[in-house]
């Protein structure tokens, strides 16, 4: 949950704040009034100024004693750390596999099928909202080929049905009146299309997507599946088609359409780019789970592309990989990814959803949870059960940060990035230290014992992933006890633990360069209070 921000005396040093990406501070900034002061003379008062710092020019040192660190490694895009805000966000699966009870459609299903009773977008969209989730990835066309839009490029579509309406449509326009994002997925693969493995198709497929990016307002991610090729119905023809994943759907001009589109869209598929499958869909992310990948082809595929990779390494990522391509955690509330009936009992807890939420998020993923519609159109009463008492817990976790009001210090402090910086709850400030201390502490200390059981860490990852190792000791009877130790933080690492009553904690960071540690948050999880371990 984010914290509305607080307050902290002075206004922060904007020479403080992480800078935009792409742009340097200038070296100098001279202001004076130059009244009477002639062109020529003012000249020779900027040469005397450059002349005086030439010793520390020559001598290497070309950054000021406030610069902030040099960024490290691959680095996140604007609109990757866009995405890293939205941490917790719903899919919805619903098509003719709604009404079929199938999984996967043969592509030769009526679209006389699909005949919600009482859709309800608003109703779907409020129950995602109450979980704590900040948008939508739709299933626009899953691999049967059956649109929920009017597609120019199909017949197979929302209107051949005696539904008729728009979904696309209405749920696009039910997370804006929420405040929430929308995101589209595609699958590449169409069972129904005749023209599936041929020329026809790659265009019907890049006209698809080009509807979908321009009609229907902003996007923040476009999700393609791996799964693609194979049997299916194609127009009648009733065979098999097998395709080159990598090069057949030609992905540069699929990227380049969502590029030109949607520039503030992120990418999915297990290739990325920008963000990646996490390997598996039970719901957790490696531990650790870097935020940086470098994607490989397995054996017999002639390139990394949606269903090429050897995607079990998305689950940890890699240490130092290529690219920053974070981790997407995608799991169902159920089972199955569409609605059956005879799961109506086999719905998550709310305990169990959250640490879903602590194993994804928590590692510095997303998390991608499936919550389909059922044949009414709506999220049944007991998933949007489950869904507002998950909403309930997280909120009451996070609602307040017990780390305000107490003292922080560290063990080294780079000038104007001081460790105050890392409770201001501003994600565009952080305490770091000089460019060769690459080991550093903080220390809070509470004006009294203090319970609590999660502390929340993020990373400044406009400057790259930086920490490779952390651990958090807790002050008991006098001396330090390690509560926890391990690898990556990233855009979020949280752990959860015990209750554990303290007067002190320390974390401690470890990387191959200075860290830079924009928030740490404390919290306790509610009704938890009476399980601690004294001080």
Known sequence: MTHAPVQRGARADPQRALPTAGRERPLYAVGMKTDGLGAHHFALLCLALI?????????????????????????????????HEMEFYGFLHFTTNTFTDREWGHGDESPAVFAPTAFDADQIVSALAAAGMRGVILTAKHHDGFCLWDSAHTTHDITASPFGRDVVRAIADACRRRNMAFGVYLS?????????????????????????????????????DGANGGDGYYGGARE????DRASYYEWEKVHEIVRRLQPRACIFSDAGPEIRWIGNESGDAGDPCWATYSPAPRDGESAAAPGTTKYQEGHHGHRDGAKWMPGEVD??????????????????????????????????????????????????????????????????????????????????TRPGFTPDLAIDDRKDTFWSTPDDVR???????????TTLSVISVREAIALGQRVHRWAIDAEQHGAWREIAAGESIGARRIWRGAPVTTTRLRLRFTGPVCPAISDVSVHLEPDRATTASPP
């Not at 040192?61 to 750390?81: H, I, M, N, W």
């Open 51 to 83: 002349l005086c710092r030439a010793p520390a020019l020559a001598s290497g040192d070309a950054r000021d004693d406030r610069s902030a660190p040099a960024p490290y490694g691959a680095l996140p895009s604007e609109a990757q750390r866009a995405w």
């Open 188 to 224: 590449p693969w169409d069972r129904n299309h005749a023209e599936y493995g041929r020329q026809g198709y790659r265009d019907a497929f890049k006209g698809q997507l080009t509807e979908l990016l321009t009609n229907y307002g902003p996007i923040f991610e476009v999700w393609f």
């Open 240 to 243: 098999s088609r097998l395709i």
């Open 331 to 412: 799991v169902s509330i159920r089972p199955g990814w569409f609605y059956h009936a005879a799961e109506d009992d086999r719905v998550r807890s709310p305990e169990n959803l959250v640490n879903l939420w602590y194993g994804s998020v928590g590692r510095g993923a997303s998390l991608l949870l499936n919550v389909p519609p059922d044949r009414r159109g709506q999220i049944h009463e007991k998933d949007a059960a489950a869904l507002k008492e998950m909403g309930r817990i997280l909120r009451e976790t996070f609602e307040k940060n017990l780390a305000h009001g107490a003292t922080i210090t560290a063990t080294a």
């Open 439 to 449: 080991s550093g502490d903080l220390v809070i200390e509470f004006a009294q014992p």
